[in-house]
C-alpha cells in the first residue's frame, strides 16, 4: 500500500526535514506516527498524498509513484485517499449532510445516489441524527465525525488523519480512535499523526517515530 524509499526533503532555505527515511506499510495496517513539534508527521501526509514531492527517492502509495505521476493518475492516487485535519476544515455555511457530501459531488454522480450513500455513511459513523445541523451547533466530538465521514463516503484504500484528536478531550479522543480502528478493521489502511501515543496502547497498532529525518519504532505503547 505504501512504500517510501530513502526520501530526502526540505523546505527552501529550511533545514532538512527527511534525510533517507524510509516506510513500508501494508494494506490493512493502522499505524500510528509520532514526533515532536516540526518533526515532520504532516510533511510526510502530504509527501503521500503527492501534494509536495521528494528532493531524493520515490514515494509510492496504492502503485502511484511519485517519480512518474502525472494529472490523470494523481486524481486517480486522491480520490483512493481520505484524509482527516486536526481542525475538521468543515464549511460553515453547509449543513453536515451537505459537508460530508462534498469529495463526491465534484465527482458528478447522481442526486440521488449521493444524498442515499452520505445518509448510509453518516449511520455508519453514528451521526445520522445531525444530518440537517450546521457546524457551528455541533461538539468538537461530532465535527470530527462529521469530517471521518466526508474522509471514507468514496471508500478509500488509505485514510490519512493528522492529529485528528489533537483539540478533543480524553473521552471524545478514545472514541474517533475506536472509530478509526472499526474503519481500520473493514479492510482500510490508516496512517494516523500524532504527539501523544498515551490513546495507543496494546499491540495493534504499530508506531513510529520521527526522529532527525528519520523514521523508528517506538516501544512506548505497551506492546
Known sequence: ??????ISFSFKKGRPIFAGLNL?????????????SGSGKTTLLRLLQMEIFPE????????HSSKNINSKKLV?????????FQDFRLINSMTTSENV???????GVSQKWLAERVLRTMGEIGIANLAHFYPEELSGGEKQKV?????????????????????LDPEASRGIIGL????????????LASHSVSLFEGDRYRILKINNGLLAAHRDNGG
Open 1 to 6: 500500500m505504501i512504500q517510501v524509499r530513502g
Open 24 to 36: 513500508e506499510a501494508s494494506p490493512g495496517e493502522f499505524l500510528v506516527l509520532t514526533g515532536h
Open 56 to 63: 531524493e527517492g520515490e514515494v509510492n502509495v496504492a502503485g
Open 76 to 84: 486517480s492516487l486522491r480520490r483512493s485517499i481520505g484524509v482527516i
Open 101 to 107: 457530501a462534498l469529495t463526491l459531488k465534484v465527482t
Open 147 to 167: 469530517a471521518i465521514a466526508r474522509a471514507i463516503i468514496g471508500k478509500p484504500l488509505l485514510l490519512l488523519a493528522d492529529e485528528p484528536t489533537g483539540s
Open 180 to 191: 478509526l480502528r472499526k474503519i481500520n478493521i473493514g479492510g482500510t489502511t490508516v496512517l
